[in-house]
């Protein structure tokens, strides 16, 4: 970086992508992608990442060159907000990065994380973009069919989107992806939508509003006038979401100015969110970590996993196979189940992580331990 971009970047805000989106539906694979296309950018981007559970698997998939705060235990929506501020903070200062992702936990109400953001936002040029949530087309389908809490909590998560990425519509027939698109826009009609295999999507939702600076190979567009419009539209959108409305596209009937319409709608928001108590929407997602102490028989494990029960609804580890003594990350998300070979840097422990709603831990150790 040259001392005229440098200068720039000083002045720029740095814009903060969110992404959201219910346990499993793709968000890291979502991340993944956008590393990449910031990496080809030559753009230098700076990852929060936040895990129910005390380790951070999908973090060792991102390459080390990608600065990251891990927020283990807990949820950043509510029980670490405040730490949020401050991770965010020590990001900045410490890699300056152009462009900050958050991945939420899938329990996550985005709502409660733009307060975190915001606040960081008074004492150091962030600027919360977008929120991208990642929709899992085939489970929105199933839950909406029995109700319940989980599903409020997605429909909560794509009432606040800026932008929807209805994902893995490879395990949908036509007429269902019909369907959970007609769904997600009776909860947003206004967030610009996309439909995904494996997060296949457009990126340039994660592009800077004002071009990165001149001289980079970067494939995006450089925003003109327009652009720059859209971009505050966004900023609107945010706060419509957070005052608990479907976030809309801002256009020019809304006719005074952005400032004071802030203002307005941070009040909104406020009491709304004082009224429903947003937190307890996830308060019955539970999650179980385990270290595992020997290396794992490779079908005795599959079955294992295949047999977790229906309200384990999300797995995650890494595991050792007695077989060739190679090393994996596992992946189990609505009964699929996925290895992936990795080479893990540093000392990593074989560990899984459970997530559900009030499962038997104890049934579940059990299971663990027989593998
Ligand atoms: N069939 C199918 N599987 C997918 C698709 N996208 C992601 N997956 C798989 O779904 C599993 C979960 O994907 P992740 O990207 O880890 O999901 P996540 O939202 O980050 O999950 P959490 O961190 O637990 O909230 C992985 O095994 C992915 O490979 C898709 O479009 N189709």
Same mark, same amino acid.
Request: glycine share 8%.
């Given at each position: 970086?040259?001392?005229?971009?440098?200068?720039?970047?000083?002045?720029?805000?740095?814009?903060?992508?969110?992404?959201?989106?219910?346990?499993?539906?793709?968000?890291?694979?979502?991340?993944?992608?956008?590393?990449?296309?910031?990496?080809?950018?030559?753009?230098?981007?700076?990852?929060?990442?936040?895990?129910?559970?005390?380790?951070?698997?999908?973090?060792?998939?991102?390459?080390?060159?990608?600065?990251?705060?891990?927020?283990?235990?807990?949820?950043?929506?509510?029980?670490?907000?405040?730490?949020?501020?401050?991770?965010?903070?020590?990001?900045?200062?410490?890699?300056?990065?152009?462009?900050?992702?958050?991945?939420?936990?899938?329990?996550?109400?985005?709502?409660?994380?733009?307060?975190?953001?915001?606040?960081?936002?008074?004492?150091?040029?962030?600027?919360?973009?977008?929120?991208?949530?990642?929709?899992?087309?085939?489970?929105?389908?199933?839950?909406?069919? *029995?109700?319940?809490?989980? /599903?409020?909590?997605?429909?909560?998560?794509? =009432? %606040?989107?800026? @932008? &929807?990425?209805?994902?893995? !519509?490879?395990?949908?027939?036509?007429?269902?992806?019909?369907?959970?698109?007609?769904?997600? *826009?009776?909860?947003?009609? /206004?967030?610009?939508?996309?439909?995904?295999? =494996? %997060?296949?999507? @457009? &990126?340039?939702?994660?592009? !800077?509003?004002?071009?990165?600076?001149?001289?980079?190979?970067?494939?995006?567009?450089?925003?003109?006038?327009?652009?720059?419009?859209?971009?505050?539209?966004?900023?609107?959108?945010?706060?419509?979401?957070?005052?608990?409305?479907? !976030?809309?596209?801002?256009?020019?009937?809304?006719?005074?100015?952005?400032?004071?319409?802030?203002?307005?709608?941070?009040?909104?928001?406020?009491?709304?969110?004082?009224?429903?108590?947003?937190?307890?929407?996830?308060?019955?997602?539970?999650?179980?970590?385990?270290?595992?102490?020997?290396?794992?028989?490779?079908?005795?494990?599959?079955?294992?996993?295949?047999?977790?029960?229906?309200?384990?609804?999300?797995?995650?580890?890494?595991?050792?196979?007695?077989?060739?003594?190679?090393?994996?990350?596992?992946?189990?998300?609505?009964?699929?189940?996925?290895?992936?070979?990795?080479?893990?840097?540093?000392?990593?422990?074989?560990?899984?992580?459970?997530?559900?709603?009030?499962?038997?831990?104890?049934?579940?150790?059990?299971?663990?331990?027989?593998?």
């Amino acid at each position: 970086m040259n001392k005229q971009d440098h200068a720039e970047q000083e002045e720029r805000s740095i814009p903060v992508h969110l992404l959201s989106g219910f346990l499993g539906s793709g968000k890291t694979t979502l991340l993944n992608r956008v590393i990449d296309h910031y990496r080809l950018a030559d753009v230098k981007a700076a990852v929060v990442m936040n895990e129910i559970g005390e380790v951070n698997l999908d973090g060792q998939v991102i390459g080390g060159d990608v600065p990251m705060a891990e927020m283990l235990s807990g949820c950043i929506c509510c029980s670490m907000s405040g730490d949020l501020a401050v991770e965010l903070k020590k990001l900045v200062d410490d890699h300056r990065p152009e462009v900050i992702l958050i991945e939420a936990t899938g329990a996550a109400n985005p709502m409660e994380i733009i307060d975190a953001v915001t606040e960081t936002s008074m004492y150091e040029r962030i600027e919360l973009r977008s929120i991208v949530t990642v929709v899992d087309g085939p489970e929105l389908l199933a839950r909406s069919r *029995r109700g319940g809490r989980t /599903y409020k909590l997605m429909q909560e998560q794509i =009432r %606040c989107a800026t @932008d &929807l990425v209805v994902n893995k !519509a490879d395990r949908l027939e036509a007429e269902e992806l019909i369907e959970v698109q007609q769904l997600v *826009r009776e909860l947003n009609a /206004y967030a610009p939508l996309t439909v995904t295999t =494996r %997060c296949e999507a @457009d &990126l340039s939702m994660f592009d !800077a509003a004002g071009g990165w600076p001149a001289g980079r190979s970067h494939d995006g567009h450089i925003c003109g006038a327009s652009c720059a419009h859209e971009h505050r539209a966004v900023d609107k959108a945010i706060l419509d979401a957070s005052a608990g409305k479907a !976030a809309h596209v801002h256009d020019e009937a809304c006719g005074h100015d952005h400032g004071a319409c802030r203002h307005g709608h941070e009040e909104e928001a406020h009491s709304e969110r004082t009224e429903q108590h947003l937190h307890a929407s996830h308060a019955h997602v539970m999650a179980l970590t385990h270290y595992l102490e020997a290396a794992v028989d490779s079908h005795a494990f599959e079955a294992f996993v295949k047999g977790l029960p229906d309200n384990v609804y999300r797995a995650k580890g890494i595991v050792t196979l007695k077989e060739t003594g190679s090393r994996f990350l596992f992946q189990f998300a609505y009964r699929e189940l996925e290895l992936i070979r990795i080479t893990p840097q540093g000392d990593v422990k074989d560990v899984a992580v459970f997530i559900g709603e009030h499962f038997d831990k104890q049934a579940v150790l059990a299971g663990l331990a027989k593998v």
